[in-house]
């Protein structure tokens, strides 16, 4: 079922996920481990949308719910739909031929994008598990020298 797009992923005007996140399904991780053993269009063709389905929405949904519960706390930071990487792999220039990236991956970031945020939170869930990590980008010198001195 495709998902509507706005700013902050695909919550209801209230701010509520639009479905409840009720974990990543196994079938999601079983496909995933499929996609590492068979990562080849002709796979991706047969099975690409059960493998959206399975584990790239789930993983909106848990954007969006994670989104509204830092809220909750006061932390402004978003992820949903607009904070997700593609799967699909640009191939042109790679002599990899693999088309989907092994993953599904997002950030959670001020300004509930991918890019230009000067803070995130990075996401990432494959066959091994998961990888979350926080950084910060191009702070103003005077935030940079305060924490180097802290």
Same mark, same amino acid.
Not at 39 to 59: C, H, I, K, S, T
Not at 85 to 95: E, I, L, P, Q
């Given at each position: 079922?495709?998902?509507?797009?706005?700013?902050r992923?695909?919550?209801?005007e209230?701010g509520?996920?639009?479905?409840?996140?009720?974990?990543?399904?196994?079938?999601?991780?079983?496909?995933?481990?499929q $996609?590492?053993?068979?990562n080849?269009?002709g796979?991706v063709r047969?099975n690409?949308?059960?493998?959206f389905?399975?584990l790239?929405?789930?993983?909106? $949904?848990?954007l969006d719910d994670?989104?509204?519960?830092?809220?909750?706390?006061?932390?402004?930071?978003?992820?949903?739909?607009?904070?997700?990487?593609?799967?699909?792999?640009?191939?042109?220039?790679a002599?990899?031929a693999?088309?989907?990236?092994?993953?599904v991956?997002?950030?959670?970031?001020?300004?509930?994008?991918?890019?230009?945020?000067?803070?995130?939170?990075?996401?990432? $869930?494959?066959?091994?598990?998961?990888f $979350?990590?926080?950084?910060?980008?191009?702070?103003?010198?005077?935030?940079?020298r305060?924490?180097?001195?802290?």
């Amino acid at each position: 079922m495709p998902r509507e797009k706005t700013g902050r992923g695909s919550l209801a005007e209230d701010g509520e996920p639009r479905e409840p996140f009720e974990g990543i399904p196994a079938r999601g991780f079983t496909l995933l481990k499929q $996609l590492a053993e068979h990562n080849e269009p002709g796979w991706v063709r047969e099975n690409g949308d059960r493998l959206f389905a399975a584990l790239r929405d789930p993983f909106v $949904l848990y954007l969006d719910d994670t989104t509204r519960r830092l809220a909750v706390e006061g932390i402004e930071l978003q992820g949903g739909r607009g904070t997700l990487f593609r799967m699909h792999r640009d191939r042109r220039f790679a002599r990899d031929a693999r088309p989907l990236h092994e993953h599904v991956e997002a950030v959670f970031s001020q300004n509930g994008r991918r890019i230009g945020s000067r803070a995130a939170i990075h996401v990432r $869930l494959d066959v091994r598990g998961g990888f $979350l990590a926080a950084g910060s980008f191009l702070q103003p010198s005077a935030a940079t020298r305060a924490l180097r001195e802290s």
